[in-house]
Nanobody
Framework: QVQLVESGGGLVQAGGSLRLSCAAS????????MGWYRQAPGEQRELVAR???????NYADSVKGRFTISRDNAKITVYLQMNSLKPEDTAVYYC?????????????????WGQGTQVTVSS
C-alpha cells in the first residue's frame, strides 16, 4: 500500500507564495512520476505540474513562470513552489504518484492520489 501525505496549503493574498509538499511512503519500489493537480469548485481536475524520475517537467500554461515543481528522491517527496499567486489559482491541490510497489509478494504498478490540500488566494 502507498500513502501520500500533503502539506503546505492555506490562505494567501494575491501576489504571495506558498510551498506544497507531498511525501510518499509504503511498499514503494520505484517512482515513475509525481505531480500536482488541482480542482476548483465546479471544474474538472487539471494538471498543474508533473516531474518524472529523470527530472523532466511539464507545467500547465497558466502556471508557467510562476510555479516550480521539484523532488527529493531520497525522501520520496515532491514540492510545488507557487509564486505570484492569483485568485484563479484557488483550488484543492492533489498530489499524484505513479510507480511500482511490492505487496503480497507481487510487484505491480500503482497510481495514487493524496487527500488534497486547499489553496485559497484572496484578491
Amino acid at each position: 500500500q502507498v500513502q501520500l501525505v500533503e502539506s503546505g496549503g492555506g490562505l494567501v493574498q494575491a501576489g504571495g507564495s506558498l510551498r506544497l509538499s507531498c511525501a510518499a511512503s509504503g511498499s514503494i519500489v520505484s517512482i515513475n512520476a509525481m505531480g500536482w493537480y488541482r480542482q476548483a469548485p465546479g471544474e474538472q481536475r487539471e494538471l498543474v505540474a508533473r516531474i518524472t524520475s529523470g527530472g523532466n517537467t511539464n507545467y500547465a500554461d497558466s502556471v508557467k513562470g510562476r510555479f516550480t515543481i521539484s523532488r527529493d528522491n531520497a525522501k520520496i517527496t515532491v514540492y510545488l513552489q507557487m509564486n505570484s499567486l492569483k485568485p484563479e489559482d484557488t483550488a484543492v491541490y492533489y498530489c499524484h504518484a505513479e510507480g511500482i510497489d511490492y505487496s503480497g509478494s507481487i510487484y505491480k504498478g500503482f497510481a495514487f492520489w493524496g487527500q488534497g490540500t486547499q489553496v485559497t488566494v484572496s484578491s
